[in-house]
């Protein structure tokens, strides 16, 4: 059976993910720090599904052990999902540096780092598909989060290009840009119920737009028209707005 291999893998949606898979007939590699953590969840798909399901060390701000990460699996995945991300604190980044940098690194630098050699491997055997989780944050820049936003914006621009240049090669890219999530990520805001999402139907989004060949997603589907109104407002209007 072929493998997923989801990095990031106890965010709440890359577990969502793992679920979806699973059930569609996936094995699974699931790559976090302190793994060991995700291993009753594992036990769990195990049991509901019968797939084989394996627990991988990872820290995507390591970048020098990301060549060796990939060599070490035994047998190489169909398809990988990045769900690995960083919102921050957008205040503190601004003053410390530090800070400015994880959030650049975790979204973009990090990602950027391993999928470089996962697509040459993929491009190389000339089959696999690239699944990165980006954001509509990244579609215009606003006070509030602007630089966990800009490291997405990186993200979606290094997505596009991977995709123009594997296409030939037969390996498909999906950029996924969600909106609001109900997660770990976001449970201390007030998100607006409507408009928020839950991990499972970005799941069920994202395993649909693979499987139907899409290469960018709006999850859910009307952040693709929200997104639009937002991003035609005139820079002169935008700059004023406390957004
Ligand atoms: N929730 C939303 O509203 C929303 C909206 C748009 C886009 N997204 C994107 O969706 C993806 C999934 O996010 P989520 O909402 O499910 O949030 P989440 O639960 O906070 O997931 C983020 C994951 O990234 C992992 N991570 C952070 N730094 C890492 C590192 N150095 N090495 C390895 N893993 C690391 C975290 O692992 P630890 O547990 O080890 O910290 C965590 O499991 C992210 O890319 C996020 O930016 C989310």
Redesign the pocket.
Known sequence: MPYLLI????????KAIANKYAENGYDLYLA???SKELETFAQDIRVKTDKKVECLE????DFASHQDFYNNLNEKPEGVA??????GDQTESQKEFNEAQTIIN??YT?VVSLLNVIASNFEARKSGFIIG?????GERGRQSNYT?GSA?AALSAYLSGLRNRLTASNVAVITV??????????EDMD?PKALTAT?QQVADDVYNAQVNGKNIIYTRWFWKWIMLIIKTIPEWKFKQLKL
């Open positions: 990095i990031g893998a106890k965010s709440d949606i890359a976090a720090r302190n990872l820290d995507i701000l990045s769900a690995v991300g960083y919102l975790t979204n990090g989780i980006s954001s509509v944050a966990y997405k840009k969600p909106g609001f999530v109900d997660t770990q990520m976001t998100l991990p």
